[in-house]
């Protein structure tokens, strides 16, 4: 099963603004917080992109599309990671699920069922 649920997904007429957030209920604080955490997205047909990044002293980074448009944050004490995403276009319509980073950034754990995000007029 996995450890973390993705939450927030919807439709989005173009232009538009969602935020996701992503919760490891079952997670303890000592387990989470030093997490290097990350929002992807896959589209049909394609593979799973990384498209924000956070570490666990809340460094960031963004995939260029993404810049300027999404901001990840985090919330330890609720285990929880967001993703605020405005000026949405429909290229960022996809599936959004959110891991944690291994130290060579891969996926850690097994990936949750996601959040469906469309954006359409």
């Known amino acids: 099963q996995a450890p973390l649920v993705e939450s927030g997904g919807g439709l989005v007429q173009p232009g538009g603004s969602l935020r996701l957030s992503c919760n490891g209920p079952?997670?303890?604080?000592?387990?989470?917080?030093?997490?290097?955490m990350g929002w992807y997205r896959q589209v049909p047909g394609k593979e799973r992109e990384l498209v924000a990044s956070?570490?666990?002293?809340?460094?960031?980074n963004y995939e260029d599309s993404v810049k300027g448009r999404f901001t990840i944050s985090r919330n330890n004490s609720r285990k929880t990671v967001y993703l605020q995403m405005s000026n949405l276009n429909a290229e960022d319509t996809a599936v959004y699920y959110c891991?944690?980073?291994?130290?060579?950034?891969?996926?850690?754990?097994?990936w949750g069922q996601g959040a469906q995000v469309t954006i359409s007029s």
């Open positions: 079952r997670m303890i604080f000592s387990v989470f917080s030093p997490l290097h």
């Open positions: 956070i570490t666990s002293n809340f460094g960031t």
């Open positions: 891991n944690a980073l291994t130290t060579s950034k891969e996926p850690k754990f097994n």
